[in-house]
């Protein structure tokens, strides 16, 4: 049932943790839950598809861009199948292969209309998205980590370590992330939207390399703090490979709060399984910030991943019961 007041939200983040927010985030404003649905996302990647047009055009990486379009996709006819036309990779042992063709056709409007953000509202009509999609920064950027324990001959040894996939795939672990450049401009209709929202949503998806970098563009800070809406953080399922190894879910909030210390949360979001003993170790955490932990069975049963299904009816109740 749709509440009497719809209100708008925004999801922060960056590839597949986005996309399963979105598509939840979707059902909500489906409903007339939420009337305004934004996605602001990660621009940072420089591998694949993306990376290569990125090299080649001085453009931003459209892949995760492109992923949040599909999300936003209806489930009707047009929307499925506009889907999986912008999310097709190309095959073959030729120059195309690996490019995804909503990566190009964002790309093309971009060179066409010389405003990233004018080309994706384009793009999000054709699509018949429900929602719009915004970028972090509106000019390319880098991710820098510092890594300890990344030399065997060295274990205390700190290294830093640039660009997104050289983070992600880093040997060792992730200290602390950094954008290079450190100030970039903040996608002015982004902070927009973050000032105007009721709802904030922030994760799930890669932790230094999708999530925390959002927190390091001083626009997008400032907004965070300033806004008036509700900050809910949706913690991962899982400790990722190489970017998060040997994490519990309170280390992926204590790295959050340790990037950004004066950052509001209102709730923390954590999926029932992946909590095994750890929940009395989040919940002081949690209690800590004076924020509010609300688990609840959010994964797909028996997989790593969100099931936007779930993930919409624990997003609705948390939207109902504030």
């Not at 995760?64 to 599909?70: F, T």
């Not at 995804?100 to 994706?120: T, Y």
């Not at 915004?134 to 000019?139: E, F, R, V, W, Y």
Request: charged fraction near 20%.
């Amino acid at each position: 049932m749709a509440r009497e007041t719809a209100q708008a939200a925004v999801a922060l983040g960056g590839g597949h943790g986005l996309a399963a927010s979105l598509s939840a985030l979707r059902r909500l404003h489906d409903d007339l839950t939420f009337d305004e649905l934004t996605a602001v996302v990660t621009v940072a990647d420089n591998g694949g598809s993306s990376g290569r047009l990125r090299g080649e055009f001085g453009v931003l990486p459209p892949g995760d861009l492109r992923m949040a379009l599909a999300a936003l996709c209806g489930d009707d006819e047009w929307g499925r199948t506009w889907a999986e036309v912008v999310q097709h990779r190309f095959a073959g042992q030729g120059e195309m292969n690996g490019h995804v063709v909503g990566n190009l056709l964002i790309v093309s409007l971009w060179e066409l209309m010389g405003d990233p953000v004018r080309a994706l509202d384009w793009v999000g009509r054709l699509l018949g998205a429900h929602g719009r999609v915004l970028p972090m920064a509106t000019t390319p950027m880098d991710i820098s980590a510092r890594v300890r324990g990344g030399d065997p001959a060295d274990p205390s040894a700190v290294t830093v370590v640039r660009g997104q996939v050289e983070v992600a795939t880093a040997a060792g672990q992730i200290e602390s992330v950094a954008l290079v450049p450190e100030d970039p401009q903040a996608c002015e209709e982004a902070v927009e939207a973050i000032l105007a929202a009721e709802w904030v949503v922030l994760g799930p998806g890669s932790w230094f390399t999708s999530v925390i970098p959002h927190l390091m563009v001083p626009g997008l800070r400032r907004a965070l703090a300033d806004t008036d809406g509700r900050l809910v953080v949706v913690l991962n399922l899982e400790a990722q490979a190489g970017e998060t190894t040997g994490f519990g879910p309170q280390d992926h909030l204590s790295a959050l709060f340790e990037h950004a210390p004066d950052l509001t949360v209102h709730t923390v979001l954590a999926d029932t399984a992946s909590l095994g003993g750890e929940r009395e170790l989040l919940e002081k955490v949690v209690h800590d910030r004076g924020a509010r932990l609300v688990v609840a069975d959010i994964s797909v049963p028996g997989e790593p991943r969100h099931d936007p299904d779930r993930l919409a009816d624990a997003f609705r109740r948390i939207v109902d019961e504030a």
